[in-house]
């Protein structure tokens, strides 16, 4: 029997096309990004090769820099209301081919294969009546027009309410499964930001398109954008999805890294079982932000493994945000550290030990709670912006034992440090906003 965590027993390990490419991806650019994974990356994990927004524009980008999401732009669609790629950009699209030839290339790479849709049913569809496969029933019948993205003017939501509603998402993920397509990433759905008073407004289309992915009978990563999600409907999140954002857009800003650790320590019960709460793309690298002016992310290497190490001990999705051709030696370093790696895929029970202006600490297991001879990671982070000492005795970490010796391992450095007795005291110099990951055994 079909079940929507089969399709990520791991947070999902990947790259987005957002973070560098903004609305602009074409599929040779698409291609050259997945030979990189295939080639340099995929054998530490990283499978996932997702186009984000508006591939079915063919004029994105046209008013760069001054606007962003073209207004009522008249995107590509088929005859039943459902988006199909820009055959300008996604030359192999052509002749309702869709994204098969492109996903059926990622795949022949080992990969796997992942679009972005809005939430909701193009207002293009709406305003011209067009057909519902399968019904009777038009576009502007199931549409929304109350239901409305804050940042895009592409789509209405879809009243779930109305006769047809569940067969239109029903066939455009029927559409996505005859594609290949392994994962989805579904935007203005996890908080509805147009609607403070109501964040979670979209509730009765969530479940709407986990209905349509399990009647597709392909499993498909459910990632739900944007952020931040809404603690008080996690049982829901978790019910029928796989991913969804705790926070809005991150960037490369250190107010905003630092602020990850209160959400991280928000949703730590949370993670586990197919169920990934998700700190967003990691901006390493080269970026696009500005829709479409190149420039150096912001962050120090210090940040980047901050960055990198929350990501991996909290257990979140790894998205790279970058041009992957563009990696320079030290990042694909930082991406390929399979001591680290292994505590993104293996850990479990990760939580907060501590926190406050100048320091912060993440426990997490080799096994599935605290128990005699089982790895220990700790991760220590220095929030101020100062070098300096970070301390943790040892006694405070569930599941040492203070009359044992604890071989110690830097996982970064991948190299062993200095045995210590469970009732020592652990201490390290870290440079301003970096971190150390210590693997701790007997």
């Given at each position: 029997?079909?079940?929507?965590?089969?399709a990520a027993p791991?947070p999902?390990?990947g790259w987005?096309?957002?973070d560098?490419?903004n609305t602009?991806?074409?599929?040779?650019?698409?291609?050259?990004?997945?030979?990189?994974?295939?080639?340099?990356?995929?054998?530490?994990?990283?499978?996932?090769v997702?186009i984000?927004?508006?591939?079915?524009?063919?004029?994105?980008?046209?008013l760069?820099p001054d606007v962003q999401?073209?207004?009522?732009?008249?995107?590509?669609?088929?005859s039943y209301s459902?988006?199909?790629p820009?055959?300008?950009?996604?030359p192999?699209?052509k002749?309702?081919?869709?994204?098969?030839?492109?996903?059926?290339?990622?795949h022949g790479?080992?990969?796997k294969?992942?679009?972005h849709?809005m939430r909701?049913?193009?207002?293009r569809?709406?305003?011209?009546h067009?057909?519902l496969l399968?019904?009777?029933v038009?576009a502007?019948?199931?549409?929304n027009p109350?239901?409305i993205?804050?940042?895009?003017?592409?789509?209405?939501?879809?009243?779930?309410?109305r006769?047809?509603?569940?067969?239109y998402y029903?066939?455009?993920?029927a559409l996505?499964?005859s594609?290949?397509?392994d994962?989805?990433?579904?935007?203005?759905i996890?908080?509805?930001n147009m609607?403070?008073?109501?964040?979670?407004s979209?509730e009765?289309e969530?479940?709407?398109?986990?209905?349509a992915?399990?009647?597709s009978?392909?499993?498909?990563?459910?990632?739900l954008?944007?952020?931040?999600?809404?603690?008080?409907?996690?049982?829901?999140?978790e019910?029928?999805a796989?991913m969804?954002?705790?926070t809005?857009?991150?960037?490369?800003?250190w107010?905003l890294l630092?602020?990850?650790?209160e959400r991280?320590?928000?949703?730590?019960?949370h993670?586990?079982g197919?169920?990934?709460?998700?700190?967003?793309m990691?901006p390493?690298g080269k970026?696009?932000?500005?829709w479409?002016?190149?420039?150096?992310?912001?962050?120090t290497?210090?940040e980047?493994?901050t960055m990198?190490?929350?990501?991996?001990?909290?257990?979140?999705?790894?998205?790279?945000g970058t041009?992957l051709?563009?990696?320079d030696?030290?990042?694909?370093a930082?991406?390929?550290?399979?001591e680290l790696?292994a505590?993104?895929?293996?850990?479990?029970?990760a939580?907060?030990?501590m926190?406050?202006?100048?320091q912060?600490?993440w426990i997490s297991?080799?096994?599935?709670?605290p128990?005699?001879?089982?790895?220990?990671y700790?991760?220590?982070?220095?929030?101020?912006?100062?070098?300096?000492?970070?301390?943790?005795p040892?006694?405070?970490?569930?599941?040492?034992?203070?009359?044992?010796?604890?071989?110690?391992?830097?996982?970064?450095?991948?190299?062993d440090?200095?045995?210590?007795?469970?009732?020592?005291?652990?201490?390290?110099?870290?440079?301003?906003?970096?971190?150390?990951?210590?693997?701790?055994?007997q």
């Amino acid at each position: 029997m079909y079940s929507k965590n089969d399709a990520a027993p791991r947070p999902p390990m990947g790259w987005n096309s957002y973070d560098y490419y903004n609305t602009m991806v074409n599929e040779a650019q698409v291609k050259a990004n997945a030979d990189y994974m295939a080639a340099n990356l995929k054998e530490f994990g990283w499978e996932y090769v997702v186009i984000d927004i508006q591939w079915s524009d063919p004029d994105a980008g046209r008013l760069n820099p001054d606007v962003q999401y073209i207004p009522f732009s008249h995107f590509c669609l088929d005859s039943y209301s459902r988006q199909i790629p820009a055959p300008n950009r996604f030359p192999s699209s052509k002749d309702g081919k869709g994204f098969k030839p492109l996903a059926d290339y990622i795949h022949g790479l080992g990969l796997k294969f992942g679009i972005h849709i809005m939430r909701g049913i193009p207002r293009r569809a709406a305003h011209e009546h067009m057909r519902l496969l399968g019904t009777d029933v038009t576009a502007d019948m199931i549409a929304n027009p109350f239901s409305i993205s804050r940042w895009n003017g592409d789509m209405y939501g879809v009243d779930m309410r109305r006769e047809g509603a569940q067969a239109y998402y029903d066939s455009i993920f029927a559409l996505y499964a005859s594609w290949g397509v392994d994962y989805v990433k579904v935007d203005d759905i996890c908080n509805t930001n147009m609607y403070p008073h109501d964040p979670y407004s979209a509730e009765r289309e969530i479940e709407a398109i986990a209905a349509a992915i399990e009647k597709s009978g392909r499993p498909m990563v459910l990632s739900l954008s944007p952020g931040p999600a809404v603690i008080e409907k996690a049982w829901h999140l978790e019910k029928y999805a796989n991913m969804w954002r705790i926070t809005d857009d991150f960037w490369d800003d250190w107010d905003l890294l630092k602020a990850m650790f209160e959400r991280c320590e928000v949703w730590q019960r949370h993670v586990g079982g197919g169920n990934w709460p998700d700190c967003d793309m990691l901006p390493f690298g080269k970026l696009g932000w500005g829709w479409g002016r190149e420039r150096v992310s912001n962050f120090t290497r210090a940040e980047e493994r901050t960055m990198l190490s929350l990501w991996s001990i909290f257990r979140s999705p790894l998205m790279i945000g970058t041009d992957l051709l563009q990696l320079d030696d030290e990042v694909k370093a930082m991406l390929t550290n399979r001591e680290l790696l292994a505590v993104h895929a293996s850990g479990h029970g990760a939580f907060q030990l501590m926190r406050d202006e100048r320091q912060c600490i993440w426990i997490s297991y080799g096994g599935g709670c605290p128990a005699a001879g089982q790895e220990i990671y700790a991760a220590l982070f220095n929030l101020s912006d100062g070098d300096g000492e970070i301390s943790l005795p040892l006694r405070e970490i569930p599941g040492i034992r203070g009359d044992a010796s604890y071989r110690i391992r830097d996982v970064w450095q991948g190299k062993d440090l200095f045995p210590l007795s469970g009732d020592a005291l652990l201490s390290l110099e870290l440079k301003a906003h970096d971190a150390a990951v210590l693997k701790l055994s007997q």
